[in-house]
């Protein structure tokens, strides 16, 4: 009788922490409620990066990082367009948005100590990168090590300008940067000869080489002198949004380790496993919990699909950025991707 007793006050407890959660996300659901509204999510995104954010002749945009963005709106709206793009540079994606003007930064960008206390809340990470140095082919060089006191390529006022300058100092080498505003510019400069070589996230190499008429005249030095883990950014102090956009990525990777993809969730005989049944909503409530309905997460996979779909669509082996998934791959093969269970 006793742990009856203690069984339904546990009960009690429960559903009154429930309760005074769901409140304090209803006070804190500001941006939530705003999307709601404009019928769209703001996303901010690359101006332009192949295979992560780019946009074709009539202005639509496709990538890794957009998918993000799809997927949000899908688990929203359930229309996977419904997304307002905007195109920010590196040395302005924080000022837009600490300025309210997107609900989500969707940009190649890496989660540091002072980003996260000083900008904004990251929500995950997805995509586990390393900085790396791109030179021609025709230079000889075969490492980093050989850059010493060489002209180096780098945007000004990123991660990369910091780790370019601490290698070459542990290196005991001659640092010689030459600084430009964006990374398009940068990836130009080095096209032009301005530089001996390009540095930046290892992924942005192969995703600026794989513009170039020549790619294989390009080459991406051996050493990886950081690690930039990289996901998507909200505005601080609306914990009901972050966890939408947290969730949202969640729901996709999920997905990939339970075999649930854009061709399958929508099987009759799909849900084989509890874990599956909460996924797609046909038990649990995390529904609820987030501010949405049970069917959230069925719509990110039906329209925009698994973290394995979207990888290899945009960036994988298959595709000119042609990129391995290596640390990349599920925890369950050996990777560092990885998601919290849904229940």
Known sequence: MMKLLDLSRHA???????????SIGSAQAAILDEVRDRGAVRCGVHTDLAGFAR???????AGFDIDICRGIASAIFNDSEAVEMITVS???????????????????TTWTLERNTLFGDYAGVNFYDGQGFMVKKRSGYRSALELDNQPICVTRNTT?????????????????????????????????????????????LASGRSAFDTPDAHVILPEVISKEPLGPVVPPNDSQWENVVRWTLNCMINAEELGVTSLNVD????????????LIGTEGDGGAQLGL??????RVIRQVGNYGEIYDRHIGPDTP?????????????GGLIYAPPVR
């Open 12 to 22: 009690r407890l429960t559903a009154s922490v429930i309760v005074l959660a769901a």
């Open 55 to 61: 946009a074709n002749s009539l202005g639509e945009y």
């Open 90 to 108: 590196s040395t302005e994606r924080f000022i837009v948005l600490q300025q309210g003007a997107m609900d989500v930064l969707s940009r190649n």
């Open 160 to 204: 990369s300008e910091l780790n370019a300058a601490d290698f070459f100092i542990v290196s005991d080498m001659r640092y010689r940067p030459v600084f430009f505003d964006d990374e398009n510019e940068a990836v130009a400069g080095y096209s032009n000869d301005e530089c001996k070589a390009l540095t930046t996230d290892r992924s942005g």
């Open 267 to 278: 099987d009759a005989d799909i849900g084989t496993t509890p874990a599956i049944r909460r």
């Open 293 to 298: 309905d049970a069917q959230w997460c069925t």
């Open 321 to 333: 950025i042609g990129l391995p998934r290596g640390i990349n791959a599920l925890w369950t093969d």
